[in-house]
């Protein structure tokens, strides 16, 4: 069953890039990566949605290597409303139980 | 377009009260149903899901209940509530279609005393 790894936090400056990496080592064959971005208070909010190589969309990037092993979420030039929880979701199991990592606590500092 | 509507947006209990929350959505048939809990600080916990009218299966044993009658209905019931139940709730779905993509409704944060 899949379930994900991810830095519990990260910290970065205004302007900056910011990559966040997912270890899903045992996604099955046929499911997709999906990230997340929660705020204090509110549900989270969908980012972006991938399955191999590159996706991209206005706001970010996923990066998925041949293996699918792994997968990194890439935020160019953050700005401090970026500070937020970010969780990467992969299906587990065949009942499709979406079940939420720790995610990572990204702080964009000034 | 689709929309999930959740309520109410705070709730204050006190501990052996019953609760009911409930989660409608609209705008699509068949959903993926889903109610997560979030302790403060903490991530999101699965509580329920249902692929379907009638059916629910149960992440974790406790003191919560979770019922669908109707296709676009998702209701979370607890008969006496505890001190731990107290959290933000939240409500989702999806296609489930294989690309499953969650669409949250906006919580409701219960606060039992």
């Known amino acids: 069953l899949a379930k994900t790894t991810q830095p519990i936090s990260m910290d970065s400056y205004e302007g900056q890039e910011v990559n966040i990496t997912c270890s899903h080592n045992?996604?099955?064959?046929?499911?997709?990566i999906t990230w997340y971005q929660q705020f204090p208070s509110q549900g989270p909010r969908f980012i972006i949605q991938?399955?191999?190589t590159k996706v991209t969309n206005e706001v970010a990037s996923l990066f998925i290597p041949a293996d699918r092993k792994s997968s990194t979420l890439s935020l160019p030039r953050v700005s401090l409303s970026d500070t937020a929880v970010y969780y990467c979701?992969?299906?587990?199991?065949?009942?499709?139980?979406?079940?939420f990592g720790s995610g990572t606590q990204l702080t964009v500092l000034p | 377009s689709q929309t999930i509507h959740q309520w109410p947006a705070t709730l204050v209990q006190p501990v052996g009260s019953p609760l009911s929350l409930e989660c409608t959505v609209e705008g699509t048939s068949n959903p993926n149903l889903y109610w997560y809990r979030q302790a403060a600080g903490r991530g999101l916990q699965l509580l329920f899901y249902s692929v379907g009218i009638g059916q629910i299966s149960s992440e974790v044993p406790q003191n919560l209940s979770a019922s669908r009658p109707q296709d676009r209905q998702f209701i979370l019931s607890s008969k006496k509530l505890l001190l731990s139940d107290s959290g933000f709730y939240l409500c989702?779905?999806?296609f489930g279609r294989g690309r499953e993509k969650l669409f949250f409704g906006s919580g409701t944060q219960l606060s039992v005393l």
């Open positions: 045992n996604i099955a064959t046929n499911d997709y």
């Open positions: 979701l992969v299906p587990r199991g065949s009942a499709r139980q979406l079940t």
């Open positions: 989702a779905w999806s």
């Open positions: 991938g399955y191999k």
